[in-house]
């Protein structure tokens, strides 16, 4: 079956400190991976995005995320934390279902930065 | 600005009452989609639409209808809502369904409660 995991529903790290917000996946032929971020109160915003070429993604916001085919992951990544950035993060992979393509999303992991 | 809007923000109804959620966007989007998100549960699709008059069972459809009539508009019909449709809902559209137009956008979404 074709899935996102998201093996932490909660990540904390103190702010100045780097961070990593995992995800593995699972899909038929070459993934495409994406990764949204939800504000409180707000709808999903794009992050980054893989679809092919280099491994590492730069995204917004300093976020990047490296994509690891061998292990079937796509753990997103900032060198050095805001508190700003707390918020609920997607990863999400692009999947063919039904003749269609869709996007099937993780469970979240909400990511708290302390001061 | 380019969006997607939706509306209400914030519903509370009861058990029966049918409702509609509006959904909007302005970018010309071919594709338009619903999903609910639910503690732990991520996002799942319920309907989508890759255009208008086209629109397809997602992964969470019962209880749900929507009509495409033109490209910008895509409502949510709840006919007879139930207390286990109480969620956050988001509207989303894309480009089209080529690869180089993955990235989706969401509405700030719905806070729906069905008493």
């Known amino acids: 079956a074709q899935s996102v995991a998201q093996p932490e529903d909660q990540v904390n790290v103190a702010e100045g400190n780097p961070l990593t917000v995992k995800c593995t996946y699972s899909?038929?032929?070459?993934?495409?991976l994406f990764w949204y971020v939800q504000y409180p109160n707000r709808g999903l915003q794009f992050l980054l995005k893989?679809?092919?070429?280099?491994?590492l993604v730069k995204g917004s916001y300093g976020f990047e995320a490296e994509f690891n085919k061998s292990q079937t992951s796509f753990h997103l990544k900032k060198p050095s934390a805001l508190v700003s950035d707390s918020a609920l993060y997607f990863c999400?992979?692009?999947?063919?279902?039904?003749?269609?393509?869709?996007?099937?999303f993780g469970s979240g992991t909400r990511l708290l930065v302390r001061p | 600005e380019a969006q997607v809007t939706q509306n209400p923000r914030y519903l509370i109804t009861v058990t029966g009452k049918k409702l509609t959620v509006t959904c909007s966007q302005n970018?010309?989007?071919?594709?338009m989609s619903w999903y609910r998100q639910d503690p732990g549960l991520g996002l799942r699709q319920i309907y989508y639409s890759m255009n208008v008059e086209v629109t397809d069972k997602g992964d969470v459809p019962e209880g749900y209808k929507v009509s495409r009539k033109e490209k910008r508009n895509f409502p949510l019909i709840l006919e007879s809502p139930s207390p286990n449709q109480t969620s956050l809902y988001f509207c989303?559209?894309?480009?089209?369904?080529?690869?180089?137009?993955?990235?989706?956008?969401f509405g700030p979404g719905t806070r729906l409660t069905v008493l």
């Open positions: 999400a992979v692009r999947a063919l279902m039904d003749s269609s393509y869709k996007l099937i």
């Open positions: 989303a559209s894309r480009l089209g369904l080529a690869r180089s137009t993955d990235t989706q956008y």
């Open positions: 899909v038929s032929g070459n993934p495409y």
């Open positions: 893989y679809i092919t070429g280099d491994n």
């Open positions: 970018m010309n989007h071919e594709y």
